[in-house]
């Protein structure tokens, strides 16, 4: 069956939040989705459900969109599949978007393919580039493909909307202004209790310290050239005296050096601090996918011709255990002046 391709129009955010708050990857995608909504002349609109958060519309207003489409029930106070994919798939068969996007979260990955599956639309996973062709204006959705090794830009000519799913940390957040205003629409989701097939009990978070990497902007990031899981123990020490915090590339974590949720690259985080510095990363392509757009990349390594110098801002070729020991009794100095 053809559709009218014409009457889709508008690019969509999903606006994520959870416990009231709303996520950093949806301000990355309003960022994003303001660039496409202007080349293509068209609204940016977020999508928020929930229950009672009509407060966080008018902060979505603020960071870019023009429209909120504000969806709230009890049966959305939590995220689950049925209610979430649900609602906003009959909202995108009432409203007709022409471009869906998504952050690549834990609740991302499971709603978009569920939407996509029941508007009967393609969908690009883990987008990391979106661009609008000059030529026809479709999306281009660029992403990783084959470990980390190509790049491979996907459209979706015949079918809308066009959804993506895309990298938390990749894309600029939308810069927020206190006096912007937008028009904020209550949907009416229609859900009833026996639509939603599963029952949350109870929420138990996690007691150990969370390493929020894509949120820090400062991060001292070790390799297999740190030599042990000790020697990330000094790699701590600077990164507490920067108010910091520790990364790793996949060597050093598939050693067990450190932990997964440390991992920068292709196949972890994706981050851009204001400083990434990298302690005995050789800088293979998977691991400069993930930290190449740092504001400044300081490297730090023995081997004068490692890769990672090629993209590093500053480098020093050195031991890391005798390097980052002075840089520490460096800004202990500054700090006592």
Not at 146 to 152: D, Q, R
Not at 158 to 168: A, L
Not at 221 to 248: E, T, Y
Not at 290 to 297: H, L, V, W
């Amino acid at each position: 069956m053809s559709r009218d391709l014409t009457a889709y129009k508008n690019v969509w955010v999903f606006a994520e939040q959870r416990h009231g708050e709303i996520m950093p990857v949806a301000i990355e995608l309003l960022g994003e989705g303001r660039k496409l909504a202007n080349e293509l002349g068209v609204e940016l609109c977020a999508i928020l459900l929930g229950d009672k958060v009509e407060g966080l519309a008018s902060e979505l207003v603020k960071f870019g969109a023009d429209k909120v489409y504000l969806a709230g029930s009890p049966l959305l106070s939590t995220y689950n599949t049925d209610g979430f994919a649900n609602a906003i798939t009959e909202m995108i068969r009432t409203l007709k978007p022409e471009i869906v996007l998504i952050g690549a979260t834990h609740i991302g990955r499971d709603l978009a393919p569920r939407i996509a599956a029941k508007v009967g639309t393609g969908l690009t996973a883990d987008c990391t580039r979106l661009e609008i062709d000059p030529e026809d204006k479709k999306l281009l959705q660029t992403r990783p493909a084959f470990g980390g090794n190509i790049m491979a830009t996907i459209i979706c000519p015949d079918h809308r909307p066009q959804m993506s799913t895309v990298r938390p940390g990749v894309m600029q957040k939308a810069v927020k202004n206190e006096g912007r205003t937008g028009e904020i629409i209550k949907v009416d989701t229609n859900l009833a209790q026996n639509d939603i097939r599963t029952t949350v009990l109870e929420i138990v978070k996690e007691k150990k310290a969370k390493v929020n990497l894509q949120e820090a902007e400062f991060i001292v990031s070790g390799g297999r050239g740190v030599g042990s899981q000790d020697g990330f123990q000094l790699l701590q020490k600077l990164a507490d005296k920067l108010n910091g915090v520790v990364g790793a590339s996949r060597a050093a974590v598939d050693i067990g050096w450190a932990e997964y949720h440390r991992q920068v690259g292709q196949t972890g985080k994706t981050v851009r601090p204001v400083i990434y510095i990298a302690c005995g990363i050789s800088g293979a392509i998977q691991h400069l996918a993930g930290m190449q757009d740092s504001d400044y990349i300081i490297a730090i390594n023995k081997n004068p011709e490692a890769p990672i110098f090629k993209i590093a801002d500053y480098g020093v070729v050195g031991d890391l255990h005798e390097v980052i020991p002075q840089i520490i009794e460096a800004l202990d100095k500054q700090e006592a002046y």
